[in-house]
């Protein structure tokens, strides 16, 4: 659980929508449950978000063949309507999300540490899949 010396690794993205909207799927769980899969293997048939300082959330991803499965859980540590959401993974990693307000689109930035376990080059693809995911379900409704 060592997150001193960690790799921070940066995905990004442009939504084509206002940062309201942005934020309202990115926070509510029963719009977590649509987007948050990095292919359409996977699937999020739960999610759980209390979202303030100190609250906490949890998304449970799941293999759609049921051959693997894991609950994504940290606490908050900072959460700025339509601008910033900091948190604290359990394995004591940290993860900072940036909502850039661009009118008519926003940007989403996220800065991660990197686990240990994979390298970091299937860590930034995974994460930015599920990013992409997120902006194609935000961009068509």
């Given at each position: 659980?060592e ?15 206002p ?10 769980p ?20 209390d979202?303030?300082?100190g ?9 759609k ?12 540590d ?47 693809a ?5 990013l ?10």
């Open positions: 659980m997150t001193s010396n960690s790799t921070k690794v940066t995905v990004e993205t442009v939504i084509q929508a940062v309201a909207k942005v934020w309202s799927y990115w926070t509510e029963d719009h977590i449950t649509k987007w948050n899969q990095p292919s359409e293997e996977w699937h999020a048939p739960r999610a759980e978000n979202l303030r300082a609250g906490e959330f949890l998304t449970r991803m799941e293999a063949d049921g051959s693997m499965g894991f609950d994504f859980s940290g606490i908050y900072e959460v700025k309507l339509y601008e910033t959401i900091v948190y604290t993974l359990g394995d004591g990693r940290k993860v900072d999300i940036a909502f850039i307000d661009q009118g008519e689109s926003t940007k989403v930035v996220e800065i991660f540490d990197a686990e240990n376990t994979h390298p970091v080059e299937f860590q930034q995974g994460w930015q899949a599920i992409d995911s997120f902006k194609r379900y935000t961009e068509e409704l």
